[in-house]
T-cell receptor, first 112, second 112 residues
Framework: GESVGLHLPTLSVQEGDNSIINCAYSNSASDYFIWYKQESGKGPQFIIDIRSNMDKRQGQRVTVLLNKTVKHLSLQIAATQPGDSAVYFC???????????FGRGTSLIVHP | ETGVTQSPTHLIKTRGQQVTLRCSSQ?????VSWYQQALGQGPQFIFQ???????GRGNFPPRFSGLQFPNYSSELNVNALELDDSALYLC???????????FGPGTRLTVL
């Protein structure tokens, strides 16, 4: 499969650890943010989203934190599993047009 | 499974040729977006269609064009292929009234 992890920031963790993936976004007018997971050879898969009127949102094993003051977004994955190994992208969207701008991505490697 | 399919999976073309990539999305998903993803990068927005009309365009030249059909299928056409057009091409669909984009698996285009 393709290696979308080339030249990307990489986070290596042990199975069972908690993972934190960070993202700095660029547009202070962005009001909707999404995290995607992309496995090798596949398209991006929606994980969780958050709107700018919130600073935290939780899903199943995942939490997204938004700090608008410093334009920072993070994705926390609890009890990381080998199946979580992938490239993770944050995307920001402005004004309801739904044309998101993707960040560069972080490669997460989970060691059994 | 996102319900979004793309064809072909892989394609090899030579510089100067033309290519058509296809996408099929779910019923009710009236918005379709196309992205180009170079190796090690995040997806870059090409254009978006809503109800068969172009609804937004990224920083891509006119030789990138598209069509959307009433049966929730769409096409991306690229004329006068260049070596730098080698990438993974993704389509994503959105249900009317929703924000979540569902991505297909992509078409890997190689230009020689």
């Amino acid at each position: 499969g393709e290696s979308v992890g080339l030249h990307l920031p990489t986070l290596s963790v042990q199975e069972g650890d908690n993972s934190i993936i960070n993202c700095a976004y660029s547009n202070s007018a962005s009001d909707y943010f999404i995290w995607y997971k992309q496995e090798s050879g596949k398209g991006p898969q929606f994980i969780i989203d958050i709107r700018s009127n919130m600073d935290k949102r939780q899903g199943q094993r995942v939490t997204v934190l938004l700090n608008k003051t410093v334009k920072h977004l993070s994705l926390q994955i609890a009890a990381t599993q080998p199946g979580d190994s992938a490239v993770y992208f944050c995307a920001e969207n402005t004004g309801g047009s739904y044309i998101p701008t993707f960040g560069r991505g972080t490669s997460l490697i989970v060691h059994p | 499974e996102t319900g979004v399919t793309q064809s072909p999976t892989h394609l090899i073309k030579t510089r100067g040729q033309q290519v058509t990539l296809r996408c099929s999305s779910q019923s009710g998903h009236n918005t379709v977006s196309w992205y180009q993803q170079a190796l090690g990068q995040g997806p870059q927005f090409i254009f978006q269609y809503y109800r068969e009309e172009e609804n937004g365009r990224g920083n891509f030249p006119p030789r990138f064009s598209g069509l959307q059909f009433p049966n929730y299928s769409s096409e991306l056409n690229v004329n006068a292929l260049e070596l730098d057009d080698s990438a993974l091409y993704l389509c994503a669909s959105t249900e009317t009234g929703e924000d979540t984009q569902y991505f297909g698996p992509g078409t890997r285009l190689t230009v020689l």
